[in-house]
């Protein structure tokens, strides 16, 4: 049974009952900025605690449907390509989806035939798909057998930054991925925000305050106010 748990109003005050189906249950639904909840999981580089493995690190953590489907080995050969990227940004990939390891490791060496790569991140078995229901993967309308493809980005204090949710027969950019590791990177690091399509080293947002002088230390530029609600920096490096 699901509870109306909160009461949305409409324009008159008036309850706005959901069907039974859209309502909100107590289950947990990992959102940005939530702490990433510790776990054990087997994988194909053997049994790993999240928060023991991570430390230290960003973390990648991605569903995908199945092992030996088309559109997954796309995926995981996009992201074993990317090795060289991911480590000079510090982020370890995490893959997760319900097929066992030893399907796993066959489908990587027909990856590494097939596309010449080599998955060097560990791939987790998740039995009985627990581990995908929790972390919000499932969704039954669009599979009841299969997680959809959901991307999250952990940072280095486990805090939950990112979240893409993606359909079963439609494969990531993961490119995307890492310009948005690059893009809290640069936040964490100077208080910038970035504008759609950003790539290292465009032009980036001033969503605050600051002095010139700090803006000059972080960029070596200083700013160009647009608009009352625009102040862009142009990084010098
Ligand atoms: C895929 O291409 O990745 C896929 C195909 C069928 C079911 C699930 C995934």
């Known amino acids: 049974m699901s509870i109306q748990f909160f009461a949305p109003r409409d324009a008159d005050n008036q309850l706005v009952r959901l069907p039974p189906a859209l309502r909100r249950t107590v289950r947990w639904l990992p959102r940005i900025g939530d702490i990433f909840p510790d776990f054990n999981v087997e994988t194909t580089q053997g049994s790993l605690k999240f928060w023991e493995w991570a430390e230290g690190h960003w973390v990648h953590l991605f569903s995908h449907p199945a092992a030996k489907t088309p559109v997954c080995t796309s ?11 991911w480590k000079a940004a510090n982020v370890k990939n995490l893959a997760l989806t319900g097929s066992t390891l030893d399907e796993q490791t066959q ?10 790569v080599k998955v060097d991140f560990p791939c987790a078995h998740d039995p009985d798909l627990k581990l995908s229901r929790l972390f919000g993967m499932m969704h039954e ?19 939950l ?7 079963i027969f439609i494969g990531r950019r993961t490119g995307e991925v890492l ?39 972080e ?15 142009q990084p010098a490096y």
């Open 141 to 159: 309308k669009e599979s009841e057998a299969w997680p959809i493809r959901k991307s999250f980005l952990i940072d280095p204090s486990q805090h």
């Open 179 to 217: 310009r948005v590791v690059h893009a809290l990177q640069l936040r964490d690091r100077t208080g910038a925000a970035t504008p759609s399509d950003w790539e290292d080293g465009d032009i980036t947002i001033i969503p605050d305050d600051r002095s010139e002088a700090h803006v000059r230390k």
């Open 107 to 116: 489908w990587h060496a027909d990856i590494a035939r097939l596309f010449n």
């Open 219 to 233: 960029f070596g530029a200083g700013s160009v106010r647009l608009s009352p609600y625009l102040r862009v920096v």
């Open 75 to 85: 995926e995981i050969a996009s992201v074993a390509s990317y090795s060289a990227a």
């Open 161 to 167: 930054r990112m979240i893409f949710e993606y359909p």
